[in-house]
């Protein structure tokens, strides 16, 4: 009762039932084929009962059931999921969770915003969806689409190597055919390479270590290291 789904940057989707990745191989095992120049953009573990959307590089989404998706072996090459026009491609596979959730998209040139998930309604499987952000020269391609919700964290990287973290609350939440907000000040030649949303464990880990750091830095004593006792 549980699926990889997985999609590739020319639009095509696939899932496959989890068990028959059960025998691994050292070089590894088949899980899709793919056409010539394509390659996947994201897999995830599903459950069949989700909602599964595609965000192209030309400011497209679309959504649908993961139902319209009939599971296929490891070596199948899977189906259309979006249709796309010349010179675009898929960057982005979500799993909808709830509809409480926000899709927060980025550009290429700084720019990006969020938009409730209300707002993407589902259409059929391999249709070219529905405007994700309005693509103009100012925004340049879509770089990156990610599920948030208010209270997340969201890190920005360029392709300079700069990182700018950020809240989600302070992104402001615009329907889906606007051009968005700035989302980061880049340097002359600089571009937006792609973001990624902060789980919770991740900022316990960075709270901990910068706590940890401050008192390195201030010189508190820390209690010696100890043998480990044997097992009773």
């Known amino acids: ?24 191989r050292k070089g590894g095992i088949i899980a899709a084929n793919l056409d010539e120049g394509d ?9 069949g009962k989700h909602d599964v959307m595609l965000f192209s590089d030309g400011g497209k989404a679309v959504r649908f059931d993961e139902d319209d998706v009939r599971p296929l072996g490891r070596n199948a090459r899977g189906v259309r999921g ?10 982005a596979m979500l799993v909808a969770e709830d509809e409480q959730q926000s899709v927060l998209t980025a550009t290429e ?30 925004n340049g391609k879509v770089v990156a689409a990610t599920l948030v919700h208010a209270d997340d964290e969201i890190m920005l990287i360029t392709d300079k190597g700069v990182l700018v973290r950020t809240r989600v609350s302070e992104i ?14 880049l340097d002359e030649g600089s571009k ?22 401050a008192n390195t830095n201030s010189g508190a004593p820390t209690a010696p290291d100890t043998p480990d006792q044997p097992d009773a």
């Open 82 to 91: 979006m249709s796309l026009d010349v010179g675009q491609s898929v960057i």
């Open 1 to 24: 009762d549980q699926y990889v789904f997985m999609a590739t940057s020319m639009g095509t989707v696939k899932k496959t039932a989890l068990d028959e990745f059960n025998n691994p």
């Open 109 to 138: 040139n700084g720019y990006g915003k969020r938009t409730s998930i209300t707002e993407y309604t589902r259409h059929g499987r391999g249709t070219k969806g529905m405007i994700a952000i309005q693509q103009s020269e100012r």
């Open 39 to 47: 390659y996947l953009i994201g897999a995830a573990l599903t459950d």
């Open 192 to 213: 937006l390479s792609g973001l990624q949303r902060i789980v919770e464990n991740d900022a316990n880990v960075t709270d901990i270590e910068a706590e940890g750091e």
């Open 172 to 185: 402001r939440e615009l329907g889906r055919a606007t051009q968005g907000v700035t989302l980061i000040a």
